[in-house]
């Protein structure tokens, strides 16, 4: 018995994906040109309103989680937590998590269960990418890009996806 097998040699397309955070109601228009290229933006929560993503339909997919800030209309158009699958990478976005080393209450069990590889969160106005080998993901906090708030950098994060892996991370600065 003769076995043959397929094996294509063309190159996967990278996923470029935007990720925004604490907006507060507010939408940075220098986003339209930051993220232009980007097949999905997520917003890790704190929106502020309806308005905000409204302004991100000139996005190809958007997808959103609500903060602690949000009103009724976010909470019933967005859920508080997301977690899914793309070009490999399991991927778990909420408002409020935490970090490796000082997870919010639950989400390193949550995490490690769903065998998450990207972990993307907002809440504390501070950028943050930090590595858990211990879990063996990828931690992303973009910061806020909202203009409330006591952060002196307002920022926003884009990288790349493929085979399960991040990559070519780049970051967005705006000062006050």
């Given at each position: ?11 996967k397309k990278l996923v ?32 502020g309103s309806m308005e ?15 903060g602690n800030i949000d ?106």
């Open positions: 018995m003769m076995l043959v097998k397929r094996v294509s040699l063309a190159k470029q994906i935007g990720i925004i955070s604490d907006t507060h109601g507010y939408f940075e228009p220098s986003l339209r040109e930051f993220f232009k290229q980007c097949d999905e933006v997520w917003h890790a929560g704190d929106i905000v993503i409204q302004e991100m339909q000139v996005f190809p997919k958007i997808r959103a989680v609500y009103g009724t209309a976010v909470r019933q158009s967005f859920p508080s937590v997301m977690h899914f699958e793309l070009e490999g990478i399991r991927v778990y976005l909420t408002h409020i998590g935490g970090y490796p080393g000082n997870y919010a209450s639950g989400i390193k069990a949550r995490l490690k269960e769903l065998g998450t590889g990207l972990f993307v969160c907002g809440h504390s106005h501070i950028l943050k990418v930090i590595p858990d080998p211990q879990l063996g993901l990828l931690h992303i906090n973009p910061g806020a890009i909202g203009k409330n708030g006591f952060h002196q950098v307002r920022t926003a994060v884009r990288l790349k996806l493929s085979n399960g892996k991040p990559s070519e991370l780049e970051v967005l600065e705006i000062t006050r």
